[in-house]
């Protein structure tokens, strides 16, 4: 068990590792869509891609997602694992729309040995989306 300081330091240690590994901008934030972004997450026990919908408008979040899950079909075809979820609980309590992938092999942000297998998933399944995204970008902000 690690004590609150050396957790922080090691999920600090993480992300550092990972931009050093791969330098890339990402798009995350920059969506140029309000309350339309993507993430990494990892913690003690998984690891995941998401596009998190949470606009604080409920009404166009609603729409968001409709118009993500019109394109579900060719998502899928891009990245057949993706999962949609339109009531997905944040640990702060938020309920949110995310369209995530999760990591399918064992994780720990606290097993160094689990960090390369992460990234190199992180990589190639944040570029997948990415390229979506840019391909789908005038459909998916259409509303």
């Known amino acids: ?18 931009g050093k590994s791969f330098p890339r901008k990402w798009l995350l934030y920059n969506t140029k869509v309000k309350g339309l972004s ?37 998502l899928e075809t891009e990245i057949p694992e993706v999962i949609f979820d339109d ?3 944040l640990e702060n309590g938020k309920t949110i729309h995310r369209i995530y992938v999760p990591f399918d092999k064992k994780f720990s942000i606290h097993n160094k040995n689990t960090w390369r297998d992460c990234y ?22 259409n509303i």
């Open 1 to 18: 068990m690690f004590s609150r300081a050396e957790a922080e330091l090691i999920r600090k240690e993480f992300w550092t590792s990972f």
């Open 38 to 74: 993507f993430k990494f997450v990892a913690d003690r026990k998984k690891a995941a891609v998401c596009l998190d919908i949470e606009n604080p408008d409920e009404l166009l979040n609603l729409l968001y997602y409709d118009q993500m899950l019109s394109l579900k079909v060719l």
């Open 87 to 89: 009531d997905f609980l």
């Open 120 to 141: 190199e998933f992180f990589v190639d399944t944040m570029t997948k989306f990415e390229m979506f995204f840019y391909e789908y970008e005038d459909v998916i902000k």
